[in-house]
């Protein structure tokens, strides 16, 4: 199957700081990734789709202006969390799909970000 | 509007069986099926596309009933790796966006 690499894999960083997040497809262009989050024994829930060339689209309640998110080529994705802070602290993983609809959704290898 | 799965957890003993459902209040244009280890990334089961449909994969079977905008996922003769959270993964015609339920924790002992 198609690989997702996502880096880095666990981040600590002080409360006010900026943390960035890649997400690279490495065998397939992917015009379209999605950033997911998830809190402790909780599902993943949908932030934002991030499209290549253009602005990502966010799910209600995310405040797009704290979570950037940059998909500058067909294969690199980013997600920043900016002025970080201990409730931002939370297990983030990038998805993406070979084709839009009809196969499967593969995953980073999710990024467990620990504010302080 | 997230899909709810029920039971919420699961306890099986090696060789038991099991069902999750996952249940959206939504159209689906299909569902997706997910094993996540703790601290790990989803893990691809399988896809269903049409209402009714059914798939397999080894002991782990799904179906779809696109009316009920409901599945099932059927776990038989468990094995101590099918532990793990289980989530279904829904999405609406027209959009590929992939929305998860609430997740299903399966504990499979010796």
């Known amino acids: 199957g198609a690989v997702v690499s996502q880096h880095p894999s666990r981040v600590i960083c002080k409360s006010g700081t900026s943390v960035k997040i890649e997400c690279r497809s490495l065998?397939?262009?992917?015009?379209?990734m999605f950033w997911y989050r998830q809190f402790p024994k909780q599902s993943l829930m949908l932030m934002a789709t991030s499209n290549e060339g253009s602005k990502a689209t966010y799910e209600q309640g995310v405040e797009k202006d704290k979570f950037l998110i940059n998909h500058a080529s067909l294969t690199l994705s980013t997600l920043t969390v900016t002025s970080a802070h201990p409730e931002d602290s939370s297990f983030y993983i990038c998805?993406?799909?070979?084709?839009?609809?009809?196969?499967?959704?593969?995953f980073g290898q999710g990024t467990r970000l620990t504010v302080v | 509007q997230q899909p709810v799965q029920s039971p919420q957890a699961v306890i099986l003993r090696e060789g038991e069986d099991a069902v999750i459902n996952c249940s959206s209040s939504?159209?689906?244009?299909?569902v997706h099926w997910y094993r996540q280890k703790h601290g790990e990334a989803p893990v691809f089961l399988m896809i269903l596309l049409k209402g009714g449909e059914q798939k397999g994969h080894e002991k782990i079977s799904a179906s779809f009933n696109e009316k009920k905008q409901q599945s099932s996922l059927y776990l038989t003769a468990s094995q101590l790796s099918y532990s793990g959270t289980y989530f279904c993964?829904?999405?609406?015609?027209?959009?590929?966006?992939?929305?998860f339920g609430t997740g299903t924790r399966l504990q499979v002992f010796p």
């Open positions: 939504k159209a689906l244009y299909s």
């Open positions: 998805s993406a799909r070979v084709d839009r609809e009809n196969t499967e959704a593969f």
């Open positions: 993964g829904t999405e609406r015609a027209g959009t590929d966006k992939l929305i």
């Open positions: 065998d397939f262009q992917a015009t379209t």
